[in-house]
């Protein structure tokens, strides 16, 4: 969090450092639900993206289905995109998370298609059909792009992506911030 290093050495400033997360410990046991709650900067989406493989820890380890996720996850290889199929995560933004240039059908089969867990257009536009009507959107926008819709309806666009591989663990980084209050008891 260090400003430039020109301006620290024209303004005579140490380096700073930033520990948003350190010491953190947890287990989550299958079916059950855990809420990592703090105040806004104090690395809960970092959490998120580190049990995600999105960032590598420093240091400490992250242990999924009896071994070290972040060692797969640096392998790469079919071991690597078969825990990913497992692990899927709701992103906090649905503005920067979803692609502006594909249509929703695309950004929904996406995972499906890239870990084959569905083949076949038919039946690829049948899931992403059945997807969109769980989180209560139109089978029917399917044909659409993300600037057509709602932040609320965005959201839960990712969601239906987030589902589209029936993951195990799912990481939720705020997945309701963006929708009314009515459509969120329904989304959990």
């Known amino acids: 969090v260090s400003p430039p290093l020109l301006n ?10 930033l520990h948003a997360v350190d010491d953190a410990t947890f287990s989550i046991q299958r079916g059950k639900t855990l809420a990592l709650v703090g ?9 998120a993206r580190l049990l995600v493989g999105l ?29 990913r199929e497992r692990i899927q995560m709701i992103f906090q ?11 929703v059908a695309d950004i929904i089969a996406e995972p499906m298609r890239e870990h084959a867990t569905v083949t076949g257009k038919a039946a690829l536009e049948a899931r992403v059909g059945e997807l969109l009507q769980s989180v209560g959107l139109a089978a029917a926008d399917m044909v659409k792009y993300p600037h057509q819709f709602s932040g609320g309806q965005r959201q839960r666009i990712s969601i239906a992506r987030a589902l589209a591989t029936e993951p195990e ?20």
């Open 169 to 188: 663990f799912l990481v939720c980084d705020e997945p309701t911030s963006a929708l009314d209050v009515s459509v969120q008891a329904q989304v959990l």
């Open 93 to 103: 933004d649905p503005y920067a998370s979803l692609n502006p240039r594909w249509k």
């Open 8 to 17: 620290r050495l024209l303004e005579r400033k140490p380096r700073q450092l």
């Open 55 to 83: 960032y590598a820890p420093t240091r400490g380890s992250f242990h999924f289905g009896g071994e070290d996720a972040h060692a797969v996850f640096k392998s790469g290889g079919e071991r690597s995109r078969k825990l």
């Open 39 to 47: 105040e806004s900067g104090c690395g809960k989406s970092t959490v």
